[in-house]
């Protein structure tokens, strides 16, 4: 059981570069959550999906692209890199649905845009 | 706005000593309050989970607290050890927002020492 695995661990890119940074669950859990937390800041919300074929944005999405097609997997699409998206990204999901969920996160990518 | 303030910002301690630190959130309406442990480098772990009817919850040398009325939690670290070092994080759950509904703080970072 390997949990919340998100590839690559460390990436630079270039500015106007487009990358997709990958997530993987196999908990089976519906909920699944992509973050960014910046240097010294609270973890800001990115997008968000509550199963297959649903996403939603959450408090920053500009810059970025979602899809899930399956339960396992929620990649996250950068488009023209830039610099204000230099940060380390978490994947995370989310166990249950309603009273005291269990939220399990990945080990986070962190990415630098020059 | 919803919003989750901890505090102190940051805080050295030796090793073996005890420390407090503190949430204050404006979360309503509120479901559920976790501490998270965020090692340098990692995601965040999940420490404790209370519900609105819980005063207090314990994890080994953690304890939670809990005021629903004043709208304050505490961490209180007992005996604390070197591997104690890391970022926490306050997170409250609010009933609304679907699964946009987490409100990160923005951690305190401890540092134990010799």
């Known amino acids: 059981n390997a949990g919340v695995t998100q590839t690559p661990k460390f990436r630079i890119l270039k500015i106007g570069q487009s990358m997709t940074l990958q997530c993987a669950q196999d908990m089976n859990h519906n909920y699944m959550y992509w973050y960014r937390q910046d240097p010294g800041m609270g973890l800001k919300l990115i997008y968000y999906?509550?199963?297959?074929?649903?996403?939603d944005k959450g408090e920053v999405p500009n810059g970025y692209n979602v899809s899930r097609s399956t339960t396992e997997d929620f990649p996250l699409r950068l488009e023209l890199a830039a610099p204000s998206q230099t940060s380390v990204y978490f994947c995370a999901t989310l166990r249950g649905t309603s009273g005291v969920t269990e939220q399990y996160f990945g080990p986070g990518t962190r990415l630098t845009v020059t | 706005k919803n919003q989750v303030e901890q505090s102190p910002q940051s805080l050295i301690i030796l090793e073996g000593k005890n420390c407090t630190l503190q949430c204050n959130y404006t979360v309503s309406p509120f479901s559920n309050l976790r501490w998270y442990k965020q090692d340098t480098g990692r995601g965040p772990v999940s420490l404790t989970i209370m519900t609105f009817s819980e005063n207090t919850k314990s994890n080994g040398r953690y304890t939670a607290t809990l005021d629903a009325d004043t709208k304050q939690s505490s961490l209180h670290i007992t005996a604390s050890q070197l591997s104690d070092s890391a970022s926490y994080i306050c997170v409250v759950s609010g009933l609304t927002g679907g699964g946009n509904k987490l409100t990160f703080g923005t951690g305190t970072q401890l540092k134990v020492e010799l």
């Open positions: 999906s509550v199963g297959a074929g649903i996403t």
